[in-house]
């Protein structure tokens, strides 16, 4: 209902048949209703080879009769797209033409005999084409939700740009992907880590299908699972950077032969990049990641306090959130979010470092590191695992966890409690929420050592 107010919107589309069922009726139908949106059904007419529409009326019957009178301005909104309200409430942000055709990197450029902002598109490679080399040769196959950057973007909108296809299937199923994807002769895609971990445990496809390249995005991906990945699908796996405020794509890991790293999140492409004090707003060595493009939003819809808070003054930097540093090379290794550090007593403990350290553990498939409140130290780090479903290989259990994680990490940094689970919460995109996941677990494994540390 929040995307759907904050959008102002005056009309709803849904595919044809999600309105025959009010049981089975979608979250934006429901909301539609109680805020008393028209809705109209769209679909394709095979007959005719055109799009129709049922419903809505007036509202499509007074859109079918405007007329286009000029192109669209650089700075007309596009797109209205929510953040994934990691650190609180997720924020409306407004994605403009010149936002969209800065990330699909085509030319832009002013017609002297059309207004000073209006945009004309040259059929140059965008930025997601040229990091990928994207041609009419390439089919992703789109496992990433439409209602997501990730999914739009790079899934969908880039392959397309290129000149190449997609195909989308109506939902991820690891049990179906291979064979759906060998079928319909895609030859890449781009996912989540969550989806990576999946697919590598279930059997690979036999004989394994040609992959140029495997992308992952929107979460960290372990040089444990990167490694995986490589040996199980013979593909190299670009691991990108990205954000709803960016219109996607901030860096990437090139294709090779160039230099990839497992654990960066690769080079700058499009954006100018710093590393900031989070205070002073100086350049340091490791702080916040703070990028200026034009790709990058030009602030929240509606939200003043956090238009303020997000932009550097002066410089117009836009800060991510993101803690990192970037090495000689110019490639950029992310630390954490800066809210989700976890301060113990002083001491400051990364949580992607735990959860690289506890997936480098022969048996371990999924882990998140998060902070809990204590009254002694401030913070303890905490952590929650899930184990390799086998009935032929042995899983580690939690003393052996805690004891594999000793040699890797520094007493101070290891979990006060590790907990055995059989799934991580996550978003629709399949984001692991730290905020959340911390006040889930917190309350369904009590913490029985708290009042001794107290």
């Given amino acids: 209902m929040m995307t759907?107010?904050?959008s102002n919107?005056?009309?709803l589309l849904v595919h044809k048949g999600d309105l025959s069922s009010t049981a089975t009726a979608s979250g934006a139908v429901l909301a539609a209703r109680k805020l008393d949106i028209p809705i109209a059904?769209?679909?394709f007419n095979s007959t005719t080879g055109s799009i129709e529409f049922s419903g809505g009326s007036p509202h499509l019957t007074r859109l079918s009769k405007r007329k286009q009178t000029r192109s669209p301005y650089e700075?007309?909104?596009l797109l209205l797209l929510h953040t994934s309200g990691t650190t609180g409430r997720p924020k409306a942000v407004p994605l403009t033409h010149k936002n969209l055709i800065a990330t699909t990197r085509k030319y832009v450029y002013c017609d002297p005999s059309h207004h000073e902002n209006a945009l004309i598109y040259s059929t140059h490679l965008c930025s997601i084409q040229k990091t990928y080399d994207l041609s009419s040769k390439d089919r992703s196959f789109l496992v990433m939700p439409l209602f997501h950057v990730h999914g739009l973007l790079a899934g969908l909108l880039s392959p397309l740009a290129a000149s190449g296809s997609c195909v989308i299937p109506p939902r991820f199923a690891a049990r179906?992907?291979?064979s759906e994807f060998v079928l319909s002769k895609a030859n890449w895609y781009t996912a989540v880590p969550t989806i990576h971990q999946v697919l590598l445990q279930i059997p690979p496809p036999l004989p394994l299908p040609k992959i140029r390249f495997i992308r992952s995005c929107s979460s960290a991906l372990s040089p444990t699972t990167h490694a995986q990945l490589e040996r199980t699908f013979q593909a190299p796996v670009?691991?990108?950077?990205?954000?709803?405020?960016a219109t996607h794509q901030m860096t990437s890991n090139p294709l090779p032969p160039a230099i990839r790293k497992p654990g960066s999140v690769g080079k700058p492409v499009g954006v100018e990049m710093k590393i900031l004090d989070f205070n002073k707003e100086e350049e340091v060595e490791e702080g916040e990641v703070c990028i200026r493009g034009p790709n990058v939003t030009a602030g929240y819809l509606n939200n003043v306090s956090a238009n303020k808070s997000s932009f550097t003054v002066p410089g117009g930097y836009f800060r991510t959130g993101d803690r990192g540093k970037i090495d000689a090379d110019g490639f950029l290794t992310l630390t954490g979010r800066i809210k989700e550090l976890i301060n113990r007593g002083g001491e400051k403990i990364s949580p992607v470092e735990l959860d690289g350290a506890l997936l480098s553990i022969e048996g371990v498939t999924e882990a998140v590191a998060f902070g809990v409140p204590d009254r002694k130290y401030g913070e303890v780090p905490w952590a929650a695992v899930v184990l390799r479903k086998s009935s032929s290989k042995r899983v580690p259990s939690e003393p052996e966890i805690?004891?594999?994680?000793s040699k890797k990490l520094g007493k101070f940094k290891i979990p006060e409690k590790i907990l055995i689970v059989d799934q991580i919460p996550k978003t629709a995109t399949g984001k692991v929420q730290r905020r959340k996941v911390s006040e889930i677990f917190r309350k369904s494994h009590p913490d029985n050592n708290a009042k001794a540390r107290l």
Wanted: hydrophobic letters at 40%; glycine letters at 0%; a negative charge.
């Fill in 402 to 405: 805690r004891n594999e994680l």
């Fill in 176 to 178: 179906t992907f291979w």
């Fill in 238 to 245: 670009l691991e990108a950077y990205a954000m709803t405020e």
């Fill in 41 to 43: 059904e769209v679909y």
């Fill in 9 to 11: 919107s005056k009309l």
């Fill in 4 to 6: 759907i107010r904050d």
């Fill in 75 to 77: 700075n007309d909104v």
